[in-house]
C-alpha cells in the first residue's frame, strides 16, 4: 500500500485480547484480517467490536484462502474479501473501494518518506506548503518547517479538498486563512500572520475558498 501516502501501519497483532484492545484503543479507519490463521474465531471480534463501539466503527476486510469464506465474511460485517495469495490488483481494488465508501476518513495523515525514515504529519496540522525546487517545505501549525524531498504536485494529488493551490510555488490549508485581499494578491494565514501570495491563474480555488470562508461568516457593509 506504499502507493498511498494516506494510510500508515499502527500496529499487526495475531492475540485477540491484544488485538481488540488496540483497536478501542487507537480506532483505525481500516482494519484486515487473515480470517485462516490469526484468531480460532475471527468472526467474533468484529461482532465484540461492533457491540462496544457507538458512534465509530472499524472498515473490516477479510483475507483467506478459500472462496468458501467469502459469504461468511460478508455475513459477518466485513466490508470486503481478498484472497490470497494476494494481488496487487485486488488488493488496490479493495482499498479503492474503500475510499469511495469513506472519502470523510481518509486523508488526515501524510506519510513522509526517505530511505527506511517514514515520517506521518496530521493534515489538519498543516498551514501551507512551500515548493523549492525539487523540494516541498510544510509549515506546521506548531512553528515547525518540514521539508520532503517530493515537488508539491505529488502532495497535491493525495491531500484532502481543504487545500489549494493558489500558486505555482504554494498550497495553502484554507481553514488557516484569515484575509484574502484581492488588491495585493495576497492571502494570509491566521498562525503567525504569513502572507501567502497567489495569481490569478489560480483565481477559480481562491473563489471556492472565498464561498467556503464566507459561509457561515456575517457580512457587513461599509
Known sequence: MEDYHEFNCIGVSGEYDYALNFILKETPNLVFIDIDNTFEKP?????????????????????????????????????????????????????????????????????????????YLNTD????????????????????????????????DVLPENFLRIHKSYIINKNFVSRIQYGKLICTIKKNSYDIPFTKTYIDNIEIMKKALSHNSFQSLN
Not at 137 to 145: A, P, R
Open 43 to 119: 468472526f467474533e471480534l468484529v461482532n465484540e467490536l461492533n457491540s462496544l463501539f457507538c458512534d465509530y466503527f472499524p472498515v473490516f476486510i477479510a483475507i483467506s484462502s478459500s472462496k468458501d469464506k467469502a459469504y461468511e465474511a460478508i455475513k459477518n460485517g466485513f466490508f470486503d474479501f481478498i484472497l490470497n495469495p494476494l494481488s496487487e490488483l485486488e488488493i488496490r481494488k479493495s482499498i479503492l473501494k474503500f475510499q469511495k465508501r469513506n472519502p470523510t476518513i481518509i486523508n488526515k495523515n501524510i506519510c513522509l518518506k526517505s530511505n527506511k525514515d517514514y515520517q
Open 125 to 156: 496540522e498543516i498551514l501551507f506548503l512551500k515548493a523549492d525546487n525539487n523540494t516541498t517545505d510544510f509549515y506546521m501549525s506548531d512553528g515547525n518547517i518540514i521539508s520532503a524531498f517530493k515537488t508539491l504536485k505529488t502532495f497535491e
